[in-house]
């Protein structure tokens, strides 16, 4: 006949009290287990946050009150000290200045990287990769090592004091990254769609152009962006090279005001700031790209 | 330079050239290379290439940068740098923070990488946060901390309402504390780079080993310990050669937190050689302090990759170069 399986049968209420009791346990366990991370990475975002704060906080605040009282918030915020850094001509020049450099650096290592890389990816010639690794020699060398001959060469092609003795070796400088990078991108582009060019009756350069570049739009934004930092941050080179104030890019503006108003210590705080958050503003955005970047064939392997 | 080059032999199998009927289009062809090749190849050769000839060549001369190259002294520059007891000095500067950033810097990333791992809820926040230093620029984090630094501000308030009877400590003005100062805003700056490659590292390990591994009975620490951190091994080894080339050639935050001071307390190769050849015109003599430079630097980067890389890095070197 039948066999009846006995389950224990529990009232509702006991079976529902028993689970809402196995999972708190569970969650329990997980909060065990992630608080202590929770702690750290807190600790670590207090650290990291703090001196970020304290510059925009200060500039809301009189001198004598962030020096006495350097990480609290302000008794009464004023604006005034970003007003006036906002209203200083010196401000908006150096801003003027850090774009035009940023821009056009960006723009000329995309313009000659792009073509190079292609060569070197899918042009074989004789003498291609002890070319290709002369160029990538430039990743080893320091940059202080080559400044005093540099400043040297820029002299005799009298561009020492104009914003293309920062443009230009900027561009040579960024070169090795770009090129490797790019390389290694057009050079995972299927052969077939090379192949599909060519039976359409296209060129190499069709292809490279019209094929090629257009995939390439995640890479070349990857490295634009690099570059953009780069440029924006870039402190040695414009200190050697750019003599007058009307051509100083931001890092040197603010160098500038800092001396020229050391004993106002808000004011350099609003000043600060304001160079910060465009850069703050772009990282936010375009952060996924800048770390692919960085990353880039680092963890590979 | 076999060393940084990717394989070669792949690319030349895959790239096929377009059949070439005749001389003309071979010809077309080679006009194409050479005009994709040399905008790139100039600005390449006369920014980068020329001047770290020109610097082995100056370092022989004495030389002022005005009058024209005379004066030829042979080694004598870099007789007179290996025996000058402030490049000395700076040298091992140099040294000790590339030891703080082995000992340090790279551990306290991983910790932070591991502490964050493939789960936790909210990495990206963390992530977020902890390489906002990284893009900010050398000039703004120094002039922060400099404040954060000042002896009648910043630190020492909060310290001496924390520790009674504090002494507030001359952050940058003390010889002895100066290079420990600046290194912490080095920490702070530069972790978040490191931390950002291990944690693309760790998120590359498939969910399958962890998974395997914890069927096995490992416990998450075991898991961390056997089996994420040696498959971290080619990142860790990465950002060693990476912090490394980095602490040899240190310049920005130093020279705007200290200028190399007090007394030489923060001088480093490159403050050096920024002041020596340019403040005080000494081409020829800062020309040699740049070639031991990058001796040091080619040296250091040649053994690494030979000894202890043995693999191509290929891509990994975008950083050591800025």
């Known amino acids: 006949m039948y066999t009846i399986q006995q389950t224990p049968t529990y009232p509702r209420a006991t079976l529902q ?71 200083q001509s010196m401000f908006w020049q150096a801003a003027e200045n850090s774009i035009i450099v940023m821009l056009a650096t960006v723009g000329l290592l995309m313009v000659i990287a792009c073509p190079v890389s292609f060569v070197f990816a899918r042009m074989p010639f004789r003498g291609r990769e002890v070319i290709f690794n002369i160029m990538l020699i430039g990743l080893l060398f320091p940059f202080a090592m080559a400044i005093l001959p540099l400043y040297i060469t820029l002299r005799t092609f009298h561009l020492i004091d104009t914003l293309l003795a920062v443009i230009l070796p900027q561009v040579a400088f960024g070169l090795p990254v770009t090129i490797l990078i790019l390389r290694n991108f057009f050079r995972d582009v299927p052969q077939e769609l090379e192949d599909a060019t060519y039976i359409d009756g296209g060129t190499q350069v ?5 094929v090629l570049m257009p995939l390439a739009r995640p890479a ?54 304001i160079a910060m958050i465009p850069a703050i503003i772009f990282y936010l955005f375009a952060e996924r790209y800048l770390i692919t970047g960085l990353t880039a064939g680092a963890v590979k392997g | 330079m076999q060393l940084i080059s990717p394989t070669p032999a792949a690319t030349e199998t895959t790239s096929s050239q377009p059949p070439r009927r005749s001389r003309q289009s071979a010809l077309r062809r080679m006009n194409i290379i050479l005009l994709f090749l040399l905008p790139s190849a100039i600005i390449y050769i006369v920014f980068v290439f020329l001047p770290i000839i020109q610097a082995a060549y ?39 923070i590339l030891v703080l950033s082995l000992l340090i810097q790279l551990p306290f990333s991983l910790l932070i990488a591991l502490v964050i791992g493939k789960t936790l809820p909210g990495r990206t926040f963390f992530r977020t946060v902890f390489f906002m230093p990284y893009i900010l620029s050398d000039v703004i984090a120094g002039l922060i901390w400099q404040f954060i630094y000042r002896p009648d501000s910043g630190l020492n308030v909060v310290l001496q309402h924390v520790i009674p009877g504090y002494q507030a400590q001359l952050w940058l003005a003390d010889p002895k504390i100066v290079l420990p100062s600046i290194f912490l805003v080095m920490i702070w700056k530069y972790f978040g780079f490191h931390m950002v490659l291990y944690v693309a590292a760790l998120q590359n390990i498939p969910d399958e080993i962890d998974e395997a591994a914890r069927i096995d009975g ?26 490394a080339l980095g602490s040899l050639q240190y310049f920005d935050l130093i020279w705007i937190m200290s200028l190399g001071g007090p007394v030489h307390g923060s001088e480093t190769m490159t403050t050096y050689l920024f002041k020596y050849g340019f403040q005080s015109f000494a081409l020829g003599y800062g020309s040699a302090v740049g070639v031991i430079l990058f001796a040091l630097c080619f040296i250091f980067a040649i053994m690494y990759q030979r000894f202890i890389m043995a693999r191509e890095v290929e891509g990994s070197l975008t950083e050591a170069a800025a």
Not at chain 2, 73 to 88: C, D, E, G, T
Request: with cysteine; aromatic share 14%; net charge positive.
């Open chain 1, 17 to 87: 009290a028993n689970l809402v009791l196995q999972r708190r346990r569970r969650m329990m366990r997980l909060y065990v287990q992630l608080f202590p991370r929770y702690v750290i990475c807190v600790l670590v975002a207090i650290f990291v946050l703090v001196p970020i704060l304290t510059a925009f906080i200060g500039g809301f605040k009189t001198s004598g009150e962030l020096l006495n009282s350097p990480f609290s918030l302000p008794i009464a915020w004023q604006w005034q000290n970003y007003a006036n850094v906002l209203t």
């Open chain 1, 206 to 210: 069709d292809f490279f152009w019209r």
């Open chain 1, 220 to 273: 070349l934004a990857t490295v634009g962006m690099l570059t953009m930092v780069a440029s924006w941050n870039n402190f040695l080179l414009p200190l050697l090279v750019l003599n007058s104030p009307q051509l100083w890019t931001l890092p040197l503006g603010i160098t500038q005001f800092q001396s020229q108003f050391s004993t106002d210590w808000a004011s350099v705080m609003a000043f600060i700031s």
């Open chain 2, 58 to 96: 100056y370092s022989l001369y004495r030389w002022n940068g005005l009058v024209p190259l005379s004066d030829f002294v042979w080694l004598k520059n870099y007789q007179l740098a290996l025996s000058n007891k402030i490049f000395l000095g700076s040298i091992g500067h140099n040294l000790l």
């Open chain 2, 218 to 243: 490992a416990s998450g620490l075991q898991i961390m310990r056997f089996i994420h951190i040696p498959l971290l091994g080619n990142t860790i080894r990465l950002t060693i050669l990476i912090s």
